[in-house]
């Protein structure tokens, strides 16, 4: 008897977790939207467990062309698990997010982000230094909750880099982890006519503290030996050390774990 109950309550859960995952997307949207303000989702079709939206105004950035897919198992462990992922010429994202139903969290997992520097330079606080090229970032997870964001680990990739379209740098790198309110990078170069590395530190209040250094591969290129030199204090014929520190102004939407 024991074991009939048992075999009717997991019918039971699975029947509930289908059924919740076949809800139209245009309801949870409509449940969403009352529930996020500052979180707008356009064109929805489809269903909870597998749809799409033509776009979704998030703080910060505008995803085009969204679709998802709903994993109704990790329902039965109170967790809402989603596979995303959104192109357009501004801007490609795809990845995980694991929803905690219980303490509101949200987790990323494997997402990998694209976009071109210059398009979202003031969202980010860098609308000041000019720069060029494409940013590429891959998180290994990122947890947010209430606002703030913690456990961020990943690799942050400036490709094509340039400043002012006067200093090419190649592709630049840097390998990221969260301690507590301080993100902290190891930094190198993949490719390019410069070599590369060094760390940054940026704190919650937007204090950054940068060491590093930068060389010139090819000894033989005088522009770009003195362009370098621009930028920090010469050690031997073609590298210099830049150690810098200051402020850039935080996005409201980005907190860091005190």
């Given amino acids: 008897m024991k074991s009939r109950i048992g075999y009717f309550l997991l019918f039971l859960s699975v029947f509930v977790v289908c059924l919740i995952a076949m809800t139209p997307a245009s309801f949870v949207v409509g449940k969403i939207q009352e529930n996020v303000p500052d ?5 929805a079709s489809g269903t909870l467990w597998s749809g799409q939206g033509q776009a979704v105004a998030v703080p910060g950035a505008l995803l085009k062309n969204v679709e998802w ?7 039965l462990t109170g967790h ?19 929803v905690d139903l219980l303490s509101e969290s949200v987790t990323l997992h494997d997402t990998i982000v694209r976009f071109p520097v210059d398009t979202y330079a003031e969202q980010l606080g860098v609308a000041d230094f000019d720069l060029t090229g494409q940013f590429e970032l891959s998180l290994g997870q990122l947890h947010y909750q209430e606002g703030i964001l913690s456990d961020l680990q990943g690799v942050f990739v400036w490709r094509d880099a ?21 993100l902290n990078a190891t930094l190198s170069d993949l490719q390019g006519p410069i070599s590369l590395s060094g760390t940054l530190a940026l704190q919650g209040s937007g204090q950054y503290q940068i ?19 621009l930028l920090g204090r010469s050690i031997g014929e073609s590298k210099v050390q830049v150690e810098n520190k200051g402020q850039i102004a935080i996005p409201a939407w980005l907190r860091l774990a005190p």
Avoid: C, M
Avoid at 69 to 75: E, V
Avoid at 211 to 229: I, M
């Fill in 39 to 43: 979180v707008t989702i356009y064109g």
């Fill in 69 to 75: 897919h709903l994993s109704p198992w990790a329902l």
């Fill in 80 to 98: 809402a698990r989603l596979a995303f992922s959104s192109i357009s010429s501004e801007l490609h994202s795809e990845g995980v997010l694991d």
């Fill in 162 to 182: 340039g400043v002012s379209n006067a200093l090419q740098l190649g592709d630049l790198q840097a390998e990221i982890e969260q301690q507590g309110d301080v």
């Fill in 211 to 229: 060491k590093s250094t930068l060389g010139a591969k090819d000894n033989s290129d005088v522009n770009l030996k003195q362009a370098l030199r």
